[in-house]
Every structure is written in C-alpha cells, then in structure tokens.
C-alpha cells in the first residue's frame, strides 16, 4: 500500500475503547498491522506493531501477562515500548530484540494511534468531541465495515446536503440542503465549514 497518500503525524483510530478488553486487539493503519492491549494492573492501552521479532507471529494471537504481551507461540514477552523483557527459553535477551511502538491514547470511548514521528505526538490532542463527556446526551458508539475506497467514506461524510433525502426516515432533518446558511473558512492547514440551521424540524422521533 502507498502510504504517501496518508498524514503520519496524526492521531488515527484504531478501534472502540470497549474493543480492548482483557485481550490483544488487532487493527492496521496505512497497511501496518497493530496491536493494541491492555495491561491487566492500571487498565493503560498500548499499541505495538503486530508481530514477535522471533518468528514473526502475531502478537494479537498471544496474551496480556501482567504489564507485558505474551507471544502465543514461544512465550516471549513485551513491554509497552516494544522491548522484548522475557524470554522462556534463555536467560539472555538480545539487543535487538525490540518492536516498533506507537504512541496510544484512549480518549472518549476510542482508541488513537499516533503514526508519525512520536515526538511531536505529545503536542497534538486526539480530535476532541465535546458531547461525548455530557451527562445529558447520549452517544452511541459503532463499529462499520465496509469493502470500498476510505476516500469515498470522506466524501460521503462531508455531504450533509443528502440526508434528507437518503436518509428521511433516520437522520435526515428537514432543511439542511435548502435551508441552511452555509460559511467556509480556510484555515492555514485545514477548512472549516459552518452550517447554521435555525428554526427547522429536526430528525423523525422515530429514530432510536
């Protein structure tokens, strides 16, 4: 996969906070394969990239001991950094006997993944959705699979103006392709696009 296509230095998500349990959890960014886990003390994810350094296995397949990810073919095990800490069958661990790590965060029922260079990860915050931390709404949080090009997702996404007609009987409120008063900014590395909608019927209360 061309990864040029892709921004390293930002947060992705890898999966759902409640994906991540008392087992390794397999994902892939930009065609690297990860896994995230916890450890079982302090609850703290890790991301890892996916295979033992010994015979490539991948580690999504093994099991969380303690503060370590446990390979399921030999039992070698590694920290939150990617450095290999046990081997069952020696006392001596090589040098080189480390994996790549991501920066990881969970961060209002998701999990991100930082794929670029890891010092500047600590300057930038996961994209942040407000509402999610208020006691007076409710979020639901899914999980969609797909067989199509992400960009079409994006484009699909970003055009509001097709839910009242795709959508009419779920999301589609009344108003937001004709209705609406629509501003767009351009900042100096993104576009912002505010959509205004006063005094329009909302979503059918049918939808639950």
């Not at 033992?52 to 390979?71: K, M, T």
């Not at 900014?185 to 049918?206: D, F, G, L, Q």
């Amino acid at each position: 996969m061309n990864n040029s296509q892709y921004l390293k230095n930002q947060w992705y998500v890898v999966g759902l906070s409640e994906e991540v349990t008392d087992r390794p959890f397999a994902s892939s960014i930009m065609g690297e394969p990860i896994v995230i886990f916890r450890n079982s003390s302090s609850g703290e994810v890790a991301a890892l990239e996916d295979r033992c350094v010994h015979r490539q296995a991948p580690l999504s397949l093994g099991v969380i001991n303690g503060e370590n990810l446990q390979c399921g073919y030999h039992g070698i095990e590694y920290n939150r950094d990617g450095n290999c800490v046990h081997i069952p069958s020696q006392k001596k661990i090589p040098p080189g006997a480390k994996i790549k790590s991501y920066p990881c965060r969970d961060h209002q029922g998701f999990i991100f993944v930082w794929m670029g260079d890891p010092a500047i990860s600590a300057t930038v915050e996961p994209y942040n959705f407000p509402y999610a931390n208020r006691s007076n709404w409710r979020v639901r949080y899914a999980r969609l699979h797909g067989r199509f090009d992400h960009r079409l997702l994006i484009d699909n996404l970003m055009d509001v103006t097709h839910l009242p007609f795709a959508h009419k009987s779920t999301i589609g409120a009344s108003g937001v392709a004709d209705r609406a008063t629509v501003k767009t900014e351009r900042m100096k590395n993104s576009v912002r696009v505010t959509r205004s909608m006063e005094n329009i019927e909302p979503a059918p209360p049918t939808f639950q």
